[in-house]
C-alpha cells in the first residue's frame, strides 16, 4: 500500500482501538475502557498520531524523528523516551501494540473502530488476542534456517513472522499459543526412604527436556509447571493459568529394584483424558519409561514428526543411573545459589563423572560451578585463578560428548560471555535455543549479553519471551528486565518490574537504585543503596566496574551507570 493511499484511508477514519484504548485523530486524545483520558506528553502524543496514521506498517526510526521533530535536533534517545511513554500508557508490557522491529523501526497494531467494533453500549471493547505465523506449522524451524542462512537474529524473524488477531478467550491468563502446548506437573512420589522426591522430579524434568526439544511445540518451563506442587487445584485452572491445552500428571513409586510409573495426558479444554498408562518394569528401565511417555504425547499432540526425529532427541543421558541421581541433586543444590550450593554440586557433579565419564550433562553442571566460581567468587575449595578456563574446558565437552545439547551450548555461551566475546558468546546462545526453543532458562540468560552490545528492544523480547514460557519464574527474570529497561530508557517500567520481585537479592538494589534516580526519586534512590551497604559494606564503585570491566560496547552506558549509582551514594 502507498503512504499515499494509505493517508487517504486514515482521513475517512477518527477513532482506533489500541488494545483496551481507543485513540481520536481528531482531538488527539487517547481514553481507556470507560472513557477517561489518559496523559501523554506532547511528543508522544505527536508520535502515537504519527504512527495510528501509518498503523499496519513499518515506520523506520528515522522517518519518525524527521516528521515529530522536523526543526530539531535529537537523538534515537528522544524516540525510545516517548515509545517507552505509549507503551505505559497503553499497558502494552508485552509490545504486542507498539511492535519493535529490530533495526528497522515500529510497527502499531491498531483497529479503526466502526460499528460492527462496538459492544451495545456503544463504547469499543478490550480485545484479545492470539499469536498466529505466517509460516504454518513448521515456523520456528523455518525461522532457524533463514536466521542461520542470513545472520539475521531468530527473534527479528519472529518480530515479523507474528500477527495478532481476535479470540474470545477472555478467561485465559495467556492467549493460547497455535502449537499444541503442554504443562508437565512435578509427578507425585509414592515411594519411602531418603531419596523420596528425587527420582520423581527427574522423571518430569527429563520428560519436559525431551519435549521442548521439539520446535513444534510450547512447552511451559519447570519451574512453573512445578508450582502447583501440592496445590489444590483443578487441572482446567492449572491450565488456564498458565496458558496451555494439555496438562500431563502421574505419580511414580519404587519399591526395592521395581518401579511403577502411572501418567495420564488431559486435555484442559474440555477435561477429557485423551492418554492414560501405567509401567511396571526394573528400576534400571526409567529412561525406557522416560522415552516412551514422551514419544506417546509428542506422536498424539503432534503426527507430523518423524521417527528420525524421535530418535535424534530421544537418546539416553547416560547408562548410570546414579550418575543420573547424582546430577539431578546436583541441579537442585546449584539452584540454591549460594556459595554452599555451589561446592556441593561440584562434589556430586565429580562423583557422577566418576561413574560415567562420557556424560554431556554432568560436565554442564560442572561447567556452571566454574562460572560461577569466577564470577561470584563461590569458589570452594579450589583456586580462584584459572575457573573461566575450568569452565571452558567442562562446556567444550559437554558440547563434544553431545554436540545436539542445548545445555552444553548454554554454558558455552555464558562462558564465552564472561569472557568478553560478546558477538561469539550470542552465537553460541542462538545455538542453545535453536536445539530447544522452548528453554526458557537460555532465553532468560541471553537477555545479559544482548544488553552488552546494545541490542535493548531485543533483550527485552527475550526476556518477556521468557516469562511467557515460565509464568511463574524465578525472581531473576524481573531482574534481568528491569536491568534492560533501565538501559533502554524504560524508567518506569524497569521500577515495576523490579518491585514485583518477592525477595530482592541484594545485589538487585543497584538496579533498582539507579531507576529510582533516573526517575528524579532521590530519597529513595540514596535509602536502596544504605540498605544494600548495610548487607554489603565493602561494596563500591569500583566493585561494580570490575564485573562490568570490558562488556559494554558501548562503554558510555555503564559510564552512566556507575554515575547513577554514585548520585544514590554508592562510594567510590
Known sequence: MSGEAHEKDTKSLEEFRLGGFTYSLQTNELKDENGNAVHLRSQSTEVLEYLVRRHGELVSKSDLIENVWSDTFVTDDSLVQCIADIRRALNDTEHRIVQTLTKKGYKLEAIPVSDDTLDSS????????????KFGSSW??????????TGVSIFTWWNTATDFE?????????PLPEKPSIAVLAFDDLSQGADKGYLSDAISEEIIARLSHFPDFFVIARSSSFFYRDKALAVRDVATELGVRYILEGSQQKAGDRLRVAAQLIDATDGNTIWAATYDRDLVDVFDVQEEITRTIAATLERNITLAEYDRLLRQPTESLAAYELVNRGRSARKKFTPEGNQEAKLLSEKALELDPGYSEAYFSLAWVHINCFRWEWCGDQPHEGALDRAFMAARKAVQLDPDSSLAYWTLANATMQSGDLEQALIEYDRSIALNPNSAGVLADSTEVLVYLGQMDEAIARIQAAIRLNPHHPDWYLWTLAWAQYFAGEYEAGLASIQKMANMPNLARRTQAALYVRLDRMDEAWATIDELLENAPDYTIASQEHSLRGKFRDPGAADRFYDDLRKAGLPD
Open 122 to 133: 456503544g463504547n469499543s471493547g478490550p480485545i484479545s488476542f492470539r499469536i498466529t505465523s
Open 140 to 149: 520456528f524451524l523455518v525461522l532457524i534456517v533463514l536466521a542461520f542462512v
Open 166 to 174: 481476535p479470540i474470545d478467550s477472555a478467561t485465559l491468563n495467556f
